[in-house]
């Protein structure tokens, strides 16, 4: 497992309430276990310039922000966080996990925000050093199950309301249509069920 996972880059992602972060934390954990030395992050964040494009970005001060200013922001933070974070260690042979990536721009701004996923890969592939990672697993949950864990005050991405997060989750539904690295859990069930069926994919899956 080792061998096989030194260097390589995988993303976990979904609607709001699906679990990514806490799904992320635990495959950090079990990787470390199993001797693979690992990199974790999340996106937007975990650079000086990531962290203040967050706060911009969740504030509900700012409900005037346009989709397309979202997408923008979105990809700075995250140029910078492969020039200040993944980039090194991808280059070390770690193998890097990582809350949200591209997937969620297609999802949220390219589909729900109506911009269109096209356009939100080409923006990608002249901005990033790298589009894709290895592997990107998408934690489907409905609605009614993400709202019920999301119990706390909303940040301005998610209380974009029913019919925005629907949309944000067909979309994710369809990437993964389009795409073959990307895979879709089924995020509704137990804690420990998810992240059994997320070591199993990361364990049979062939890297190229």
């Known amino acids: 497992m080792r061998d096989k996972l030194q260097g390589k880059f995988i993303v ?5 309430g699906c679990g990514k972060s806490t799904q992320a934390k ?17 996106d937007p964040g975990d650079t000086a310039i990531g962290e203040k494009i967050r706060e911009i970005l969740l504030s509900p001060e700012h409900d005037a922000m346009s989709t397309r200013t979202e997408l923008l922001l979105y990809m700075a933070a ?3 966080l492969w020039a200040e974070k993944i980039a090194p260690a991808l280059r070390d042979s770690h193998c890097v996990v ?13 589909y729900a925000g109506g911009f269109g996923m096209d356009k939100v890969i080409k923006i990608a592939t002249d901005c990033l050093d790298r589009v894709w990672p290895d ?3 998408i934690l489907d949950v409905d609605l009614e199950t993400a709202s019920q864990r ?3 005050q909303l940040d301005r991405m998610e209380a974009k309301g ?9 979309g994710f539904l ?3 249509e389009k795409r073959k690295d990307v895979v879709v859990v089924d995020a509704t069930r137990d804690l420990d069920i998810i992240h059994k069926r997320v070591v199993q994919l990361i364990s049979e899956v062939s890297f190229r």
């Open 26 to 42: 635990l495959l950090a954990r079990w990787l470390d276990g199993q001797g693979v030395r690992t990199s974790s992050f999340r």
């Open 78 to 80: 995250r140029a910078q």
């Open 162 to 170: 029913d019919g925005y997060h629907q949309r944000v989750r067909e």
């Open 150 to 152: 999301l119990n706390r």
């Open 12 to 16: 976990l992602d979904g609607p709001d």
């Open 135 to 137: 592997l990107t697993i």
């Open 98 to 110: 990582l809350d949200r990536w591209l997937s969620s721009t297609c999802a949220y701004q390219g």
């Open 174 to 176: 369809e990437l993964a």
